[in-house]
């Protein structure tokens, strides 16, 4: 295997040798460009017990059934070097979300901006905002998000793990595309009762047989697995599906959940195949037709994850890498500021009491606002494969984002992850707004008009069909 070392060492004697006039000898293949080349990396993030699960929303962790992992690769030979890292926390926003890009980006000796760092959005897991817990610590407030020693512990952890990736690099030289249908877990919070009433309370666990007779509503019914292969020897597969990680949560036990367990079953197909999961946009999509809460369903789900990420990766077409370019687009989303949602309602909810999670909420909601308030622009950012495209979206966008992606390019495999950058919560399509979504209430720190904005952007973002 070739290190990251010896690729700078290369460079650098080609930049002399360009400067001496070609006084410097090189061989062929040193004088040739750097072949696009990955190296893969992981990391344990398991919080403490006693730390905050769901930004406080939730219990707190008092157990620790099954660690969280980052798992993620560094990508070689187009410019600077891109990072994806896919994260067993629920959420990842605002300053903290910079933190991520700005350690792992300085560890691979890129730049931050080719960070994308998404969220599996498991509940029982940690949120991290920093200036939200440093303004619950500044009001003394009982409720707790995040603990600031314990995040940066994790991050260098993580940036100390892409450091050492580099040490082995993979060529690669094709590109392979797969998907399968996942059968009985996703559906879409919104349904239609039998007397033809809209309700939006399809919740992870649903317990309400109306929720469980409806159908399946709006979902991406497809599990899509991204792959990098030397020749015919494969490097690492990437799977993706829309749908919320959640069997049942809130009781105590740190888990990476149901999609945690297909992971670690397929990795453990094919050791020396890197394989890693990721969530689509699934902010309006969950598991609550097929999921009560019992316990013993979360293996059954993940044995569905997992049968079809077997079968995306049987159902696998590899193309020859010709070119891969990366590009990253702004997008301005307008702060939610109707009554509740100004800033001083927010403060309001910082007032001393025994509602630890109202606290939380409001600290979210004023560190976005002075984000946003500042003019802050999010970006959307995409690798595209030329048969390929690989993109990123924000916090909790509705699964109509990936259907509407993957509309603008019909020509081509558009794989979507969602919860990138984590602080505006739910971002709802006009109809939802309109059809006065419950699930709105709160965690949902974006203006009304957003979906003019993703729609631009993801236009932007991905280009016209070839």
């Known amino acids: 295997m070739t290190t990251q070392r010896e690729l700078t060492r290369r460079d650098a004697l080609g930049v002399l040798a360009a400067c001496l006039g070609g006084s410097l000898t090189l061989n062929a293949s040193a004088a040739e460009p750097a072949a696009y080349r990955v190296a893969t990396f992981t990391a344990d993030v398991t919080p403490p017990i006693g730390h905050a699960c769901m930004g406080g929303g939730i219990k707190p962790a008092e157990r620790i059934e ?31 979300h910079d933190r991520w890009r700005e350690a792992l980006a300085e560890a691979a000796g890129t730049v931050r901006e080719r960070v994308l760092v998404s969220c599996i959005h498991q509940h029982d897991a940690p949120i991290a905002d920093l200036e939200a817990q440093r303004i619950l610590e500044k009001h003394k407030c009982v409720g707790s998000i995040c603990d600031l020693a314990f995040h940066e512990k994790a991050v260098q952890r993580v940036a100390r793990a892409v450091r050492d990736c580099l040490e082995k690099t993979s060529k690669i030289t094709h590109i392979g595309t797969g998907q399968a249908k996942v059968e009985k877990v996703a559906s879409n919070r919104r349904y239609l009762t039998a007397d033809g009433k809209i309700t939006f309370g399809r919740t992870s666990a649903s317990r309400d047989p109306r929720a469980h007779e409806a159908d399946e509503g709006t979902i991406d019914p497809w599990l899509k697995t991204l ?16 749908v ?3 069997s049942y949560y809130g009781r105590g036990g740190v888990s990476s959940d149901f999609t945690g367990i297909a992971r670690k079953r397929r990795q453990a197909d094919d050791p020396k195949v890197f394989q890693f999961y990721a969530s689509g946009c699934s902010g309006n999509v969950t598991a609550g037709k097929f999921n009560d809460g019992a316990a013993e369903n979360r293996p059954v789900l993940g044995d569905r994850i997992y049968q079809a990420m077997a079968a995306a990766w049987k159902a696998t077409e590899r193309r020859p890498i010709k070119n891969i370019e990366f590009r990253s687009v702004p997008m301005r989303l307008e702060p939610r500021d109707s009554a509740g949602f100004t800033v001083e309602d927010l403060t309001k ?7 630890g999670f109202t606290q939380c909420l409001g600290a979210l909601g004023l560190s976005w606002r002075k984000r946003a308030d500042a003019g802050y622009k999010l970006d959307v950012p995409v690798l595209d494969f030329g048969v390929a495209q690989l993109v990123l979206m924000p916090a909790e966008s509705y699964v109509e984002y990936q259907l509407m992606a993957q509309k603008m390019r019909p020509d081509s495999f558009v794989m979507v992850l969602g919860y990138g950058e984590c602080a505006p919560g739910y971002i709802p399509t006009e109809k939802a707004v309109a059809e006065k979504d419950g699930n709105l209430g709160d965690w949902n720190w974006v203006a009304p008009g957003s979906e003019r904005a993703m729609t631009a952007a993801l236009e932007a973002a991905l280009g016209k069909p070839k």
Do not use: Q, T
């Not at 792959?227 to 829309?242: Q, V």
């Not at 909810?349 to 509602?355: F, Q, S």
């Open 227 to 242: 792959s990098f292969w030397d020749g015919d020897r494969p490097i690492l597969g990437l799977s993706c599906y829309a």
């Open 66 to 96: 099954d660690p969280l992992f980052v798992h993620g690769f560094v990508l070689f030979g187009l410019g600077k070097p891109v990072v994806l890292a896919s994260v067993d926390w629920c959420e990842i926003r605002n300053d903290a």
């Open 244 to 246: 919320h990680p959640m």
């Open 349 to 355: 909810k910082l007032a001393p009491g025994p509602r």
